[in-house]
């Protein structure tokens, strides 16, 4: 479904990735690690098409990923940061963003529907009214991940997406991500990048390592 090949990335003389080649079909849960700057944030941007490639292609479905097709194609690909930005306001306001932009014209934001999300990670109706300074680290997290599954992806980009919170909260998380995974019939697949080797092992089905801009299979995955 998602396909990258031979991309590169460079700052200065520093490999950021080289030449990496990678597959992501419809129904896997990849798990990605590697030491602290190897280039893993690196790679989930670029396949989300948020930063430019020196060399290789990104395919979407066998198609390239032309410049027109951004927009659509991040209605299908989501990234979600370890630390998201959000909006000044409430997480209300945040949850219907997405829907004023031209992308998502089709949709519209489905007030039960975030609800009920939120509900699965442990928050009520409430949480809607909070606003955004008053959200801890892992509150901002909740309210990235809620933003993007109303948005029904094909296919999500993970950096850490449980850091931030506490172990019952990321249980419910994880619980949350295996039962979209598992919708559609399949076809949804995830990347999520942790330096856990034991979340690594709870999360996903096949593991991958990142060092020096090289991705390797790994099993079981390594420390870092």
């Known amino acids: 479904m998602l396909e ?14 080289r030449r990496l080649s990678l597959d992501i079909a419809g129904g896997e ?9 190897s280039g893993k944030t690196v790679l989930l941007r670029a396949l989300a098409l948020l930063d ?5 292609e990104i395919l979407l479905d066998g198609q390239p990923t032309a410049a027109a097709s951004v927009p659509g194609y991040r209605c299908r690909v989501a990234y979600l940061h370890q630390t998201p930005a959000l909006a000044d306001g409430t997480v209300e306001t945040n949850l219907r963003l997405p829907f004023s932009l031209a992308a998502h014209r089709r949709q519209s934001f489905d007030r039960a529907r975030a609800i009920d999300l939120l509900r699965r990670l442990g928050k009520d109706e409430r949480f809607l ?4 300074g008053e959200l801890s680290g892992g509150e901002a997290q909740i309210a990235a ?27 419910l998380a994880r619980d949350l991500l295996r039962q979209w995974q598992e919708g559609d019939s399949g076809a949804r697949a995830y990347l999520w990048v942790t ?5 690594a092992d709870a999360v996903a089905e ?14 079981p995955p390594g420390p870092g």
């Open 195 to 199: 330096h856990d080797a034991s979340l």
């Open 52 to 56: 430019p490639l020196d060399d290789g």
């Open 4 to 17: 990258a090949r031979s991309i590169t990335r460079r700052a200065g003389d520093q490999w950021l990735l």
């Open 129 to 132: 009214s909070r606003r955004r």
């Open 145 to 171: 991940l809620v933003r993007l599954l109303q948005l029904a992806p094909s296919v999500l980009l993970l950096d850490e997406p449980t850091a931030a919170l506490d172990p019952k909260s990321a249980e």
């Open 206 to 219: 096949r593991y991958l390592r990142l060092e020096d801009g090289r991705l390797r299979d790994s099993h």
């Open 29 to 37: 849960r990849l798990a990605l690690s590697g030491p602290s700057g």
